[in-house]
Nanobody
Framework: VQLQASGGGLVQAGDSLRLSCAAS????????MGWFRQAPGKEREFVAS????????YYADSVKGRFSISREYGKSTVYLQMNSLKPEDTAIYYC?????????????????WGQGTLVTVSS
């Protein structure tokens, strides 16, 4: 399974961005999907996840109320709408496909990872 993430860029604090991630195989439509990010000099961290039907999602506390993850039922594309961006949101954002149908915040539950898309938020 190959994942193609897109939508990153350079924005100012308070702006919005929408990331997209498309998986190459339709079978991913039966799996949970998630977004993680890694800032320079820091470890990769969980951002948001969604189950296979798009009915249940989880968010890191740092992005709750600002970010929204979504997907179309039966499809292998996931989105991350990011509003009210802050400089501390600057990172490479990675999408991933989970082993199962559930939504998970643990990187260990994901088997396939995209190459990442860079988001830079200036103050």
């Amino acid at each position: 399974v190959q994942l193609q993430a897109s939508g990153g860029g350079l924005v100012q604090a308070g702006d919005s961005l929408r990331l997209s991630c498309a998986a190459s195989r339709r079978t991913s439509s039966n799996n949970g999907m998630g977004w993680f990010r890694q800032a320079p000099g820091k470890e990769r961290e969980f951002v948001a996840s969604i189950d296979w039907r798009g009915g249940r999602s989880y968010y890191a506390d740092s992005v709750k109320g600002r970010f929204s993850i979504s997907r179309e039922y039966g499809k292998s594309t996931v989105y991350l709408q990011m509003n009210s961006l802050k400089p501390e949101d600057t990172a490479i954002y990675y999408c991933a496909v989970a082993r199962g149908a559930w939504s998970s915040s643990s990187a260990n539950d994901y088997t396939y990872w995209g190459q990442g898309t860079l988001v830079t938020v200036s103050s």
